[in-house]
């Protein structure tokens, strides 16, 4: 990866919709040669895709939550393929120490949020959990 191919990502992370013609103008490349770059990111795993954010309006509504999860030995499999069926759960993690998985959570209310914890506990394989309401957001570097 050189110093092209991160100003593409660069300009990617900005807007994952912006035009391969654009990338080309803004690095100075041919449009076949950007193409070509994106293609070979793709393919060797430097762009795993792209997704939807949602933007602060979105979010701004949301009450958000951490929930950590203690799980039964070998139970992450199992466990995953019930917490991906979940549409309030935005993320999740397996982590060290006390926690074996961190999940956020997003919904917009608090019923949301206790509704899903409940459901949560009822997956085999869960032991246990701690949740945590998120209040005021001072620093965001992913969003």
Not at 5 to 32: F, M, N, W
Not at 62 to 68: D, G, H, S
């Amino acid at each position: 990866m050189d110093d092209i191919d991160r100003k593409i990502l660069q300009l990617l992370a900005e807007d994952a919709r912006t035009p391969v013609a654009t990338l080309a103008r803004k690095t100075g490349l041919a449009r076949s040669t950007a193409q070509a770059r994106l293609d070979r990111m793709e393919a060797n795993g430097t762009i795993a895709g792209y997704a939807l954010r949602l933007g602060d309006a979105t979010r701004a509504g949301q009450i958000r939550a951490t929930v950590l999860l203690m799980l039964e030995p070998r139970a992450t499999p199992a466990v995953l393929a019930k917490l991906e069926r979940m549409l309030v759960i935005e993320a999740a993690h397996t982590v060290s120490g006390r926690a074996d998985m961190i999940l956020t959570l997003g919904a917009p209310t608090t019923a949301h949020i206790d509704e899903a914890l409940d459901l949560i506990g009822t997956i085999e394989g869960v032991k246990g959990s701690e949740t945590l309401i998120h209040l005021s957001t001072k620093i965001d570097r992913v969003s």
